[in-house]
């Protein structure tokens, strides 16, 4: 039976992206492949029921995703007959960045973020669906449902409108447009047990399974392919681990866990004292570091 709180949220969103593309020109949802973007996938395929979604889905590729996300994405995308566009920053990649070499907050920089302002300005996007949810990290907290952006990009905690009684002014100047996060009011325990319910597919480098890694400044690091540089005195180790977050393989940790199904995730998730992105490299490379990417035009 569905849990009424589980069939609220659900609701809500549903009619969240159904009011943001009403009132859109040109919209698009970003796909990260996660856990989150797979829930947003299933709620707007049932927000558009039987018709498909009537937007394409937008990734933003580093080309340093785990080989299991790359996999999941191509079975999703044929499986929902969505139109995918995927975007890699080329003149970075001709640069050879890389998260090893340049470090997290300059990778992220080139590869993420300026990828992502470059491909919202080819297409001229209006309004751009993620799955940021307010749980996740305190700048995100701050975000509205729909959160405007200026020209260039640029978000402005401070300028942001208000949503009274789940109101929302979409109108935009010139120049700017629209992200719009319809998980805003869900929780990482919601998410699991929505995929539970709803039996919706995920990466399985979410169950546990031994895997190999190494720890760096401690923080397990899977050793993915073979571009992975192990350091002298390193030796991947077979350790039993999860993922509660999935990004760049080299900038997420991985947690020790035996939860190898959803039953267990969601016990595990229930106890967790810990925030799922403590593993994120990116969250904490310089002070007030999300804050500042997101003000830059991250996601």
Known sequence: MASPGLYFLESESIEIIREAFA??????????????????LHLARKAFYPAKPPFPLLHVDTTWKFVDMYA???????????ELLIYVNQQGLQEGINPFEHGSSYYTDVMKTQALRQVLDAHNFDVVFGGARRDEEKSRA????FSFRAPGHRWEPKAQRPELWNLYNTHTHPGESIRVFPLSNWTELDIWQYIYQ?????????FAKERPVVERGGIWIMVDDHRFPLRPDEKPEMRMVRFRTLGCY?????????AANLEEIIAETFNARSSERQGRLIDSDQPGSMEKKKQ???F
Do not use: C, F, N
């Not at 859109?24 to 856990?35: F, N, Q, T, W």
């Not at 701050?142 to 449902?145: I, L, N, S, T």
């Not at 080299?250 to 035996?258: N, R, V, Y």
């Open 72 to 82: 999941h994405r191509s079975r999703m995308v044929a499986e929902s007959g969505m």
């Open 142 to 145: 701050k975000e509205r449902v």
């Open 23 to 40: 009132e859109s020109r040109k919209p698009v949802m970003l796909y990260s492949i996660g856990k989150d973007s797979s829930v947003m």
């Open 198 to 206: 709803e039996s919706i597919p995920i990466v399985p480098l979410y």
């Open 250 to 258: 080299p900038l997420t940790g991985a947690i020790e866990s035996t």
């Open 296 to 298: 830059e035009g991250y």
